[in-house]
């Protein structure tokens, strides 16, 4: 049971909230992370926050905000970071879904929700965000195309067919969750988490995503040449 | 000059070596015969020089000082590799044990802050 589910975006119910953690990695984010987990909030009570040595009082913030926050000693990379709140949630008492939520206020609460909500409703145990399922997202030409040879680059490894390899909306059932083990600290933990649950072959889907670049964001994306190193990571180990 | 072709076969072993291989205690041993080979090669081309340049024209190399050039190339290259693996290995088990370590203040603080949730429902 693989593949597209029906265009459907109710969101999860309150109970299935209730069981839902929310883990979202955090290096400098001041500016919008108060904001991002407030938000979050209103319909997921649970947010753990690890705070990846943020030198800006991010971590102050998000936890003002009513986050669980955990701290890295010092900067460690994103993949570090998720990997610690996932293995943190996971094992909270009655945690029945995890959500990987980005810090920049880049992905939208009603997505997460209507994420959990398909997972609750027709049994995926994966749930991955797409920005490219349909057109509401224009992340530029040059994004898209380097987004597109990342995807095609992560189902030639891990045969599973995804539109968007480096998407960080995801909505895990606690199974799935408890089979991720990132290695990659780096960037390059978007194509080794795909893996990972592709080799569990657990039921998983994807779900379009709409993404909000604003100018914050866009200011602090992602450098073209950093899929070098992204493939590096992954090719030696 | 068929001492090209050992060359190319070396390097492109060392590509191998940074790409497919896994640390372990095979390697270790591999690495330290290596080292024992290189030093007693050393020795014995130190004290009998003429047999560097005796094997340099037996390989078609010309003069010993460049077979010398050439295998410490090799040899710098090799271990710049090895170095590299071994700070990938080091970064990996840093942010283990970092994990480990926030991970249990998580579940002491947690734990500490259930406790006195519940005396303070107790007190008066």
Redesign the interface.
């Known amino acids: 049971m693989t593949g597209m589910p029906e265009q459907s975006s109710t969101p999860a119910s309150v109970e299935a909230l209730a069981t839902t953690w929310a883990v979202i990695p955090l290096y400098n984010e001041a500016a919008v992370v108060g904001d991002v987990i407030r938000e979050l909030r209103e319909s997921i009570p649970n947010v753990v926050c690890v705070d990846d040595g943020s030198r800006d009082g991010s971590a102050e913030i998000a936890e003002a905000a009513g986050a669980r926050v955990l701290r890295h000693p010092h900067n460690m990379g994103q993949g570090a970071a998720l990997q610690t709140g996932i293995a943190y949630a996971r094992t909270q008492p009655g945690c029945q879904y995890v959500v990987t939520f980005d810090a920049d206020g880049q992905h939208r609460v009603e997505d997460a929700l209507a994420m959990v909500g398909l997972s609750e409703r027709d049994g995926y145990a994966i749930v991955l965000g797409s920005r490219f399922l349909d057109d509401r997202t224009d992340p530029g030409f040059r994004k898209r195309l380097v987004l597109k040879l990342a995807a095609a680059v992560t189902n030639a490894a891990t045969g599973m067919t995804l539109t968007d390899a480096h998407n960080g909306l995801r909505a895990l059932r606690v199974d799935a969750a408890h089979v991720v083990n990132l290695q990659q600290d780096r960037m390059a933990h978007a194509s080794e988490i795909v893996a990972q649950l592709g080799r569990s072959g657990l039921p998983w889907a994807e779900f379009p995503v709409h993404i909000r670049y604003t100018d914050y964001s866009k200011a602090k994306g992602q450098s073209m040449l950093n899929s070098i190193n992204i493939v590096v990571d992954l090719v030696i180990r | 000059m068929w001492f090209q072709l050992v060359l190319v076969v070396a390097l492109v072993l060392i590509g191998a070596y ?2 497919l291989s ?1 640390p372990g205690a095979r390697h270790l041993a591999v690495r330290r015969v290596i080292m024992l080979i290189s030093l007693l090669a050393g020795v014995t081309v130190i004290i009998w020089p003429g047999l560097l340049t005796q094997l340099a024209r037996l390989v078609g190399v010309g003069r010993g000082v460049d077979l010398l050039f050439y295998l410490a190339l090799v040899a710098g290259l090799l271990y710049v590799v090895n170095e ?2 071994r700070s ?1 290995m080091l ?2 088990a ?2 283990h044990l ?2 480990e ?3 249990t203040e ?1 579940r002491l603080t947690d734990r500490i802050s259930a406790l006195e949730a519940r005396l303070d429902e107790r007190a008066p």
């Open positions: 940074l790409l896994k590299y693996k990938v970064a990996r840093n942010t970092a994990r370590l926030v991970l998580a």
